[in-house]
């Protein structure tokens, strides 16, 4: 059986719809494209006229904002600090609604009690770290940390003043006073003369020793400008060592202080 091939002008007319459905698509493309092209050059010409119109200063105002909320983001990202209250830093709500001087004396001396108790409780630390046993080393090795504690001290709350110097007193004038307590209570003075005290000069001056002890103190009594007392004209007459009897003799007599010469 033969096969009908198809007639000469039904391949013709197929072939020319085939070129004529590829031009349409390539038209269609074609326009689109162009179409697109035209819609963004309109577009940014549309941009770049608003920038120009836009003022200066609103354009610059709205380039600063963004850090400014990025800025408010971290403030509002940070935690709250949380206050740490200790007894030693907080005065009792009571002395502030009323005053009554009785109680900021008793506050007042706490608060120089604990501080002196502290430094002793640091010198005696360090004597126990030492087998020497020399308590002028000792005395040198806390004194430029307590000297600038001492200063804030007096700078920040001068009102302790007075309860400091008692406290001061207290301790020189005990029965038997560690002597590097006393070589480091007296340096104290000597470095802040308004904590001195007569009285405590002539508890230490009325032992009847030449030491070390001694001269700390007759050091602190030169540094304050007070005048001799009893005691102090008791130790001169009978001075036998000379490092005692330079101590009446004039600033220029006097050896430089051990935390003086060298900072341990």
Not at 29 to 37: C, Q
Not at 66 to 73: G, N, S
Not at 119 to 124: F, I, K, W
Request: charged share 30%; hydrophobic share 35%.
């Amino acid at each position: 059986m033969r096969t009908r091939q198809p007639s000469r002008n039904v391949v013709h007319s197929r072939g020319r719809a085939s070129s004529e459905s590829a031009r349409a698509r390539f038209t269609g493309l074609l326009f689109v494209f162009a179409t697109g092209a035209l819609l963004g050059a309109l577009g940014n010409r549309g941009l770049a006229s608003e920038h120009v119109a836009r003022p200066r200063s609103e354009t610059h105002a709205s380039s600063e904002r963004a850090p400014a909320l990025v800025t408010t983001h971290r403030a509002g990202a940070q935690k709250e600090r949380t206050v740490v209250k200790r007894p030693f830093l907080i005065r009792p709500n009571d002395l502030c609604v009323a005053t009554d001087q009785e109680k900021e004396r008793q506050y007042r001396q706490k608060q120089s009690d604990e501080l002196i108790d502290l430094m002793l409780a640091r010198l005696d630390l360090l004597a126990s770290q030492e087998s020497d046993g020399n308590p002028e080393l000792h005395a040198t090795r806390l004194s430029m940390y307590q000297k600038g504690m001492f200063d804030a001290l007096i700078r920040t709350a001068p009102d302790l003043a007075d309860e400091l110097a008692t406290r001061i007193e207290t301790e020189l004038c005990d029965e038997s006073p560690e002597a590097s307590h006393v070589i480091s209570l007296s340096r104290i003075v000597h470095d802040m003369p308004e904590l001195a005290n007569e009285r405590a000069f002539d508890c230490i001056a009325s032992r009847g020793k030449e030491d070390t002890v001694l001269w700390s103190v007759l050091d602190a009594w030169r540094a304050t400008g007070l005048p001799e007392t009893p005691a102090l004209a008791a130790v001169r007459r009978t001075a036998s060592d000379e490092r005692t009897k330079m101590r009446f003799q004039g600033e220029d007599a006097v050896p430089a202080r051990a935390d003086d010469e060298q900072q341990l």
